[in-house]
């Protein structure tokens, strides 16, 4: 039987992560479709069909799904699910959002933030923060899995795929859309840059934050922060990494002011190369960090900006 | 309107689990417990709420074993006025909790009901989306900020890109985020009254709710160690090194 992976968009492509979901769903199943649903999101389904890898795109139209409502777009999943052995969706905000209430709908069981397909019943998913791997068999007819895009390399485009218009199922009333505070960034975003600086309550304040953006634009960058930093208000919610935040695995890590707690590392761990700045020697970071510099940050990345070159 | 809040028995944060050596779960024998740090957040929200003459009274729900019932009496110190336990030894998934949450709904009649977006053991972040959908429910997940009034619920949402603000009709599910509070801490005088506060005990047998698991745990090992790296000493090490034994930059 086909997957069906869920893709989030924003009305001209589909999320980079979709690629990794195709990636992942192709090892549950046969044959992978997508379903973009939208209001007027004609565009973004067309880059889920240069997707290689993809069969079949669904572009459900529907003014209920212009803002990803969970209580308008989960029936319509519901209605399609039926026809797929698997429901996919990244385990980012929006697949967090409406994948459970799918699986409840459809009396299933989820399984969260799968690493790795084992077999098309069987997923590994970290647990405590990913101090343990969980190997989890579901013996549900329909699967529904999220998926943690940064075990799943993404699929190539250059595939052309068939898009066929399917109706929507309309809005039920229970939720509307008001608006939304979006941080603005040049920078690459967080989940997909291949190299990231976070900052953490050792930068001591959001102005300071100014000196992390320099070497973060010299190395083209992303930029991400511990929780205190963002508690403590220095940079926006969305740069949060870590077990409730979000999780990256660029090429290069480089943590600067930031202690190393389990529930920061279980968002950087699998980055290829660590590097972390602190002035505590003892600081836990060192024990994951490929390479550490003990001394102060404030004299530290002023002088590593100078040292690196522009990207 | 009542509140009904979630509360959940896990183990506390700043405890480094250790996997068990027959693969089977993770270590609990002998380790502190507490109430998941999100659900601190959820008793929090709800106090405000009564506080603000919003809420008439907090139920404080938890599934699990006997000793849930101190994760409740923390919800109650806190503020919470009287507990739910649905107590079982079994094993307890998410879709069996929704539906444990979902009778006990039925019964007590909120008109709100607020929990943790995510419980820092199984971290799965699927209960309260569940729950919705089971009462047809709208949902409003990783609350930054809540308002209510008027049967409806401005919700302002931590996504991927920032903040997002939706407004739900009441009844509803509130899942909270790290932002959405701070959680007092219980004073004294209110530990000593909340042992007076009941608790019913209550079978899942007895609301009628199937709660085999459906996901079978095959196995649980360590994640693979990162092998240790060095110190350098100068930032020119350090690029060096990044550029000519890493190739990262
Ligand atoms: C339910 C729950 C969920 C959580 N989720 C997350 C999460 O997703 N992500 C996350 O990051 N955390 C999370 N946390 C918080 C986590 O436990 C830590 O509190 C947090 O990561 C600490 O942030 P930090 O390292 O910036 O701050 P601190 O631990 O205060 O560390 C600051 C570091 O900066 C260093 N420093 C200070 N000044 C300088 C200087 N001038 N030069 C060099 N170094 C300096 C210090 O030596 C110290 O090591 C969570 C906690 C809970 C309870
Ligand atoms: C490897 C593995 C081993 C396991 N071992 C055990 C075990 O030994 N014993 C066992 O009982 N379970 C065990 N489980 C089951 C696991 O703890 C359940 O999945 C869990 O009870 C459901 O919560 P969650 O963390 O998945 O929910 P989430 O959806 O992440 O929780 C979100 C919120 O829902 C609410 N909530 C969830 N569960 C409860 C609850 N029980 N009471 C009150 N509120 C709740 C809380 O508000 C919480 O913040 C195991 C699971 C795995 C994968």
């Not at chain 1, 019943?121 to 989890?136: E, K, L, Q, S």
Request: hydrophobic share 45%; charged share 25%.
């Amino acid at each position: 039987m086909a997957v069906l992976v869920v893709a989030a968009h924003d009305g001209k492509t589909v999320r980079s992560n979709v690629a990794n979901a195709v990636t992942a769903a192709s090892q549950m199943g046969s044959e992978v479709h997508v379903l973009v649903a939208g209001s007027n999101a004609g565009e973004a389904a067309k880059s889920a069909a240069a997707i290689q890898g993809v069969a079949k795109v669904l572009d459900a139209e529907d003014a209920a799904y212009a803002n990803w409502l969970a209580e308008d777009v989960a029936p319509l999943v519901v209605k399609l699910a039926p026809n797929y052995s698997h429901v996919v969706m990244a385990a980012d905000s929006v697949g967090k959002n409406i994948a459970p209430r799918v699986a409840a709908l459809l009396d299933v069981a989820q399984v969260s933030e799968a690493i790795k397909v084992e077999a098309p019943d069987t997923f590994v998913r970290p647990i405590y923060a990913g101090n343990a791997m969980a190997t989890v068999q579901t013996a549900d007819k329909i699967k529904i899995v999220t998926i943690r895009p940064t075990n799943f390399k993404a699929a190539a485009t250059g595939g052309s795929a068939p898009i066929e218009q399917i109706g929507g199922t309309g809005a039920g009333g229970l939720a509307s859309y008001v608006g939304a505070e979006l941080s603005k960034s040049e920078r690459p975003e967080l989940t997909s840059a291949k190299i990231v600086v976070s900052g953490g309550r050792g930068l001591a304040s959001g102005e300071n934050f100014k000196m992390l953006e320099a070497l973060a634009d010299k190395l083209g960058a992303g930029l991400g922060a511990s929780r205190a930093a963002v508690d403590a208000g220095y940079v926006p919610n969305d740069y949060q990494v870590g077990q409730t935040g979000k999780v990256v695995a660029p090429d290069l890590y480089i943590a600067i002011g930031i202690s190393g707690a389990i529930q920061h590392l279980a968002g950087m761990k699998d980055s290829k190369t660590i590097v972390a700045i602190n002035k505590d020697e003892e600081a836990p970071i060192f024990q994951v960090a490929d390479y550490g510099i003990v001394g102060d940050l404030f004299q530290i990345v002023p002088e590593l900006t100078a040292a690196v070159e522009k990207k | 309107m009542k509140v009904l809040v979630a509360v959940k028995r896990v183990i506390d944060y700043n405890v480094k689990i250790r996997v068990k050596a027959d693969n089977t779960g993770v270590e609990t024998a002998n380790v502190k417990m507490s109430m998941n740090p999100f659900d601190e957040i959820a008793v929090e929200e709800a106090i405000r709420m009564k506080e603000k003459g919003q809420a008439t009274e907090i139920i404080a729900f938890s599934a699990g074993p006997a000793q849930c019932q101190e994760t409740i009496r923390t919800a109650l110190a806190m503020g919470a006025d009287r507990g739910v336990l649905v107590q079982t030894d079994a094993e307890l998934q998410p879709l069996a909790v929704a539906k444990l949450m979902k009778a006990v709904v039925d019964k007590e009649q909120p008109g709100l009901v607020i929990v943790g977006k995510q419980a820092i053991d199984d971290d799965s972040n699927q209960t309260g989306q569940m729950l919705a959908a089971l009462l047809g429910w709208s949902q409003g997940t990783f609350a930054n900020k809540l308002h209510v009034a008027d049967g409806t619920a401005e919700v302002k949402r931590e996504v991927d890109g920032g903040l997002e603000n939706i407004k739900i009709k009441l009844p509803a599910v509130i899942t909270t985020d790290l932002r959405l509070n701070e959680p007092r801490y219980a004073s004294l005088p209110n530990i000593m009254k909340a042992k007076k506060k009941p608790i019913e005990v209550l079978a899942p047998d007895a609301l009628g709710v199937d709660i085999a698991p459906r996901l079978k745990v095959l196995k649980v090992e360590e994640p693979p160690k990162r092998k240790s790296g060095i110190k350098v000493k100068t930032v020119a090490e350090l690029v060096d090194k990044l550029k000519n034994e890493a190739g990262v930059i």
